[in-house]
């Protein structure tokens, strides 16, 4: 780091003489909890004025005090930011002191790579990947999956579904699941891939996968929001939102998660085109979210499940997120939810919340699962995979398989559940 230092000195004799020590070269993840309303308001003020990228909470309006603040901030905002924090006596612990590293890391394809033992789903993918993988998948596997086109992004990539039918029972119910509707959770799309893979691979082998796929169809959509995805490739990490343009601004994208008609852009949601949490203009705007909406309302008498995949926090979450009374089978969710959190306590020692979404965490109108819920599908989650914060975004792919796994256990344990309920209410139990 000295000869490092010692030679942008060198290069960049200014700034060394105007700030007086080496500027940073590295983005870095800031971990900050704020102990007074005025540290909140700079705090507010930082993540918004200056180029940073607030990780955690999804926006400036969250921040408390007392509640950890995680700030991406890239090297060329480095000093300024810590300089402001530092007059301000507000204290910060570097959570990654080098993202770039970490980000290298995400996008090395390694497959080629004779030293290398980890395996295609134990590494992140390009959405180019992703979709050869999508018809790879469904070649090799001709009487079992197949890829149906839902619809397709706002820069018109095509929106694939993988149906996973492993038998012609009549009359079978399914489950969803999508990964991916905010782009930078790249953990997300790798668990449906791993998914599929699981289940192909597993079906006949484990008894807890064959028993839910006997008994049901899968569909899952590995990318909601392509069109992010790629960005977080080539330009920008850190993008959470669809890139669809708006006629009122020149900020770009629209939360998709925001943008289902579910106590639409409500508190927790933003009219401001310019916020992570932006509604879009109206609920369904996006073809991104009218794709999945149209899907499910087609197949709202068979698909008793609805599983979303996101990242961070380790939350199983269930509705309300947009409001904050509870949901009729309330205590059903809770159960399952409980269950599923010991389970991967017991198996994996690691810690997942969880709870109806507005109480968990805040109210969030416009999510897919509330949405889903108020349609009829009763049974309907928001996972938040790993990790706490410690990589969070930037999970090292060496971390995918755990993460996989844990999640895969919360389905099977939810998924065995639902097919009880919904099998006791198609075959009463005998009364005499
Ligand atoms: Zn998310």
Known sequence: MTVLCFFLVFMNVDLFLKTGHCAETRDQILSITPKTQEQVDLLKNVSTQYETSLWQPVSPQYIREEAQVHLFVPANSSETVKDLLQRHAITHEVLLANANELV???????????????????????????????????????????????????????????????????????????????????????????FVHYSLSFYKQNADITHILDNMDVYVLPVMNPDGYKYTWTTNRMWRKNRSLSKRSACIGVDLNRNFDANWCTEGASHDPCTEIYCGAFPESEPESQAVADFLRSHKDSVQLYLTIHSYSQMLLFPY????????????????????????????????????????????????????????????????????????????????????????????????????????????????
């Open 104 to 194: 290298e890391m995400q996008m090395r394809n390694d497959s080629t790579d004779p030293r290398s033992s980890s395996t295609f789903y134990e590494r992140y993918h390009s959405l180019e990947d992703i979709y050869d993988w999508i018809n790879r998948t469904t070649h090799d596997n001709p009487n079992t999956v197949k890829a149906i086109l839902v619809g397709s992004s706002y820069e018109k990539r095509p929106l694939y579904a993988l149906k996973l039918s492993l038998n012609d029972r009549p009359n079978k119910k399914a489950m969803w699941i999508d990964c991916g509707i905010h782009a930078r959770e790249w953990i997300s799309p790798a668990f449906c891939l791993w």
């Open 321 to 432: 997120s947009c409001r904050l009374d509870e949901a009729e089978n309330h205590s059903d969710l809770l159960e399952m939810t409980q269950e599923a959190a010991q389970q991967i306590k017991r198996y994996y020692r690691n810690i997942y919340k969880h709870g109806a979404g507005a109480k968990t965490i805040y109210l969030a109108p416009g999510g897919s699962d509330d949405w889903a819920y108020i349609l009829g599908i009763k049974y309907a989650f928001t996972f938040e995979l790993q990790d706490l914060g410690r990589y969070g975004f930037l999970l090292p792919p060496s971390r995918i398989s755990r993460a996989c796994n844990e999640a895969l256990l919360a389905v099977k344990v939810i998924a065995q559940r639902v097919l009880e309920k919904t099998q006791a209410q198609t075959h009463p139990p005998h009364t005499d």
